[in-house]
């Protein structure tokens, strides 16, 4: 993963952090001593393969213990019971952090997701004309796909959508 991708990462505890003490300060939330809602937010990661999800997985389980986060892999040769894991809620204080490949765009619905973070990019299994063999092709998802994975945020309240892309980029090449 590039370096980037990386030091995002290494930033996501502290951006959702502080995008939760913005909704605590409605009149209704219930906070913990740092000031953090009791029921944290939870976070849905799309990136294009297995291997992206190990090196995601790396990077954050650092911060497990320090920031009370609960990671969790989604992808298509996970066992079916721990797919399902996916919808256990999280424990108090406990954010949930899903790190998949695109089967939550569409075939699997988290109904606690708040955020949804993008790297807009798939693997897709293309045909070689010449040799006739086929193999899995990293590119830019399209953008009907980067809208099905925005619409899993917020499914039971507000949701934000990351797009690690710029808006022209978007706008001009998807």
């Not at 030091?7 to 209704?28: G, N, R, W, Y």
């Not at 797919?83 to 204080?93: E, F, L, T």
Request: glycine content about 2%; overall charge positive; aromatic content about 6%.
């Amino acid at each position: 993963m590039p370096r980037l991708h990386n030091e995002l990462v290494d930033l996501l505890p502290q951006i959702l952090d502080f995008l939760d003490k913005q909704e605590a300060s409605l009149p209704h939330a219930r906070l913990s001593p740092d000031g953090l809602p009791q029921q944290r937010n939870s976070v849905l990661i799309f990136v294009p393969g297995k291997e992206e999800i190990s090196r995601v997985i790396h990077c954050l389980s650092e911060l497990v213990a320090t920031k009370n986060i609960r990671i969790l892999a989604l992808h298509s040769e996970i066992a079916l019971k721990l797919q399902m894991s996916v919808h256990d809620p999280p424990a108090p204080y406990e954010r949930k952090v899903i790190v998949s490949t695109s089967i939550a765009e569409s075939s699997i619905t988290v109904p606690d997701v708040k955020y949804v973070i993008d790297f807009c990019l798939t693997k897709t299994n293309r045909c070689d004309l010449i040799t006739n063999y086929t193999s899995l092709v990293l590119e830019w998802a399209n953008k009907s796909s980067m809208n099905q994975r925005r619409g899993r945020a917020g499914r039971v309240s507000n949701g934000v959508c990351f797009r690690m892309l710029t808006k022209d980029f978007f706008d001009r090449y998807t």
